[in-house]
């Protein structure tokens, strides 16, 4: 842990942190997963208070996409395995979100057949699976508001030219069946970004409201996150730069605090950011290459504020250029870093 402490400080320095901000924070060991959880990814806060975790499971596909509880003390237990796409055989949960009656809506995504799935539970046992929509390219992220789930998409290919475009899509919770064609004729599609950085040629990804409702939405290739005022028919009114953040930090899960601090994990450099209400973008931890084992960073992909804490998935799969990552392996691990620090 001293290592790993003495490069987090050269880390600081070379990124020219003033005093004050190169007090990097520790993450630490929340829970352990097992096997079945291999490539943990999306979380929201189930009725129950505990924590839902969505696993997609690409390092093994032999193994069913599930949905993981986790207790306010980290016992972690099987949900439920999410329901297969009869024509894959597969499910691959990503992003969740609970709407105020409980209702679980899970992205499930897969490629030109992905899925919203409306999951209604009685206590932690399912009760009936409904699709709101389905044939999305690269369903990713999900947040509910006021009668309305938010997803985004990381590429529609339909619209690209040259460059990557990504997008948001708005729902009913009372849809049901919607065929999205991935381009400008689907009247659910309320916002495209298109991704500039040519080395990282992804979309948009992590997403959240604040109490205003206003939405924050991240482009994980270009690392800038947009704030969208929408109208009444959700509709975008306004779009601008909230902040951007260091180019190949690849942003991808967002939260936000009571406060209205958003927490962002850098899915590519094994780094956490805080955005202040003042757009002050400060680090708030940063990992080298490692396995997780002590809770280290290991390929964040969500974060979630809970019980004065941020717990962070270790999504540990991808090795690409330009990523912390080297290999995938185990632990299978969930972080926290004590906000109350």
């Known amino acids: 842990m001293r290592k790993i402490q003495s490069i987090l400080f050269i880390v600081c320095i070379t990124l020219g942190c003033s005093a004050q901000d190169n007090m990097l924070l520790t993450a630490k060991l929340f829970t352990e997963l097992p096997d079945s959880c291999p490539t943990p990814d999306a ?4 009725p129950d208070g505990s924590l839902t975790l969505s696993c997609p499971n690409y390092a093994d596909k032999t193994k069913p996409g599930v949905l993981m509880r986790i207790s306010k003390d980290g016992t972690v237990t099987k949900l439920v395995e999410t329901p297969v796409l009869a024509a894959s055989g597969m ?3 990503m992003g969740i979100a609970y709407d105020d009656e409980g209702v679980l809506y899970v992205c499930d995504n897969q490629t030109n057949k992905g899925r919203i799935l409306r999951m209604t539970f009685n206590g932690n046992k399912l009760m009936s699976t409904e699709i709101v929509a389905y044939g999305f390219y690269s369903i990713n992220g999900i947040r509910y508001h006021k009668g309305h789930v938010y997803i985004t998409q990381t590429n529609l290919p339909k619209l ?6 990504g997008a948001v899509y708005r729902f009913k919770t009372t849809d049901r069946d919607i065929k999205v064609n991935n381009d400008t004729k ?3 599609l309320i916002y495209t970004s298109t991704t500039q950085n040519t080395n990282r040629q992804v979309g948009l990804d992590g997403l959240v409201f604040n109490k205003k409702g206003d939405l924050f939405v991240g482009n994980l290739g270009d690392a800038t996150i947009y704030k969208l005022t929408l ?3 959700g509709k975008v009114e306004n779009e601008s730069v909230y902040v951007k953040l260091p180019i190949n930090s690849a942003p991808d899960g967002i939260n936000i605090d009571a406060k209205g601090n958003l927490y962002v994990a850098g899915f590519s450099q094994n780094q956490i950011f805080k955005i202040d209400t003042n757009q002050k973008v400060k680090l708030l931890a940063q990992y080298p ?3 997780g084992a002590d809770g280290g960073l290991d390929q964040p992909a969500d974060v979630i504020v809970y019980n004065g804490k941020l717990i962070i998935s270790n999504f540990d799969l991808m090795v690409a250029k330009g990523m912390k990552n080297s290999k995938h392996g185990k632990p299978y691990t969930i972080s926290f870093i004590d ?3």
Do not use: H
Request: a negative charge; aromatic letters at 4%.
């Open 339 to 341: 906000l109350k620090e």
């Open 289 to 291: 290459d490692n396995n």
């Open 91 to 93: 499910s691959k949960p």
């Open 43 to 46: 979380f929201d806060v189930a």
């Open 231 to 233: 109208n009444a028919d």
């Open 186 to 188: 689907d009247t659910n």
């Open 160 to 165: 690209k030219t040259d460059k990557v475009v």
